[in-house]
């Protein structure tokens, strides 16, 4: 089966710019996540879809960043305007809801590594 | 609250020896326990997990116990390679529901 799919894998912008990234799911998975991994550090969830709902958006600064889940299958993360500190590789991870609270597995795309200069 | 701590790196090792990654979580209920590793430039990939006490998580070689005794899902690999240079995580998900967490990450480096 295909991977989750991420685009661009590089962007670099000045701060107060705008950036969007783009993931394509695997096929079928019900599940969407964003994560933030900074230099050094553990993915930090951004932002989590179940289909085209909101599950946990709890820790996404909502000031600034926004994400949609079209039709529960692609999704958009956007940041504007944008921070140095949100400097990161932004992770976009997909899972089938069908070992629901067990071995859920995340299945993530190769990540989308923003530089705010 | 919930947690996962690993060990700090980088653990420098030489081509052959045996691995160990600490790995202890807090957590309320039964979650499952997780290994994901990441290699330079790619996004973070599955490599073993476990999900209830005593449970042996194995793959490529690595393998890890669910010791809910200790609340621990140490890593252990008896002969590594240069290929295993890699970041790993541990991370657990919460029993009924999807939500994951992630330890900080160690990062191996293996030489020839």
């Known amino acids: 089966e295909a991977g989750v799919a991420q685009s661009p894998r590089y962007k670099i912008i000045e701060k107060r710019q705008s950036v969007a990234f783009w993931c394509n799911p695997i096929s079928g998975h019900a599940t969407l996540y964003w994560y933030q991994q900074i230099l050094g550090q553990g993915p930090k969830l951004l932002i989590q879809f179940q289909n085209n709902g909101v599950v946990d958006d709890s820790q996404l600064p909502k000031d600034r960043f926004s994400a949609e889940r079209l039709k529960g299958v692609d999704s958009t993360l956007k940041i504007q305007p944008a921070k140095l500190e949100d400097s990161a590789v932004y992770l976009c991870a997909s899972s089938s809801d069908r070992d629901r609270g067990g071995a859920n597995v995340l299945t993530f795309g190769a990540g989308s590594r923003l530089t705010v200069l | 609250g919930n947690s996962v701590t690993q060990m700090e790196g980088p653990v420098t090792l030489s081509e052959e020896a045996f691995l160990t990654i600490n790995c202890t979580y807090t957590?309320?209920?039964?979650?499952?326990l997780f290994w994901y590793v990441q290699y330079p430039g790619e996004g973070l990939q599955l490599l073993l997990k476990a999900t209830k006490a005593d449970d042996k998580g194995s793959n490529k070689g690595f393998e890890a116990t669910y010791r809910k005794e200790t609340t621990s899902f140490h890593l252990e690999k008896g002969s590594v390679q240069v290929s295993d240079s890699a970041v790993y995580f541990c991370a657990l998900i919460l029993s009924g529901t999807y939500k994951y967490i992630f330890g900080t990450g160690t990062r191996l480096k293996v030489l020839a």
């Open positions: 957590a309320t209920g039964y979650p499952s």
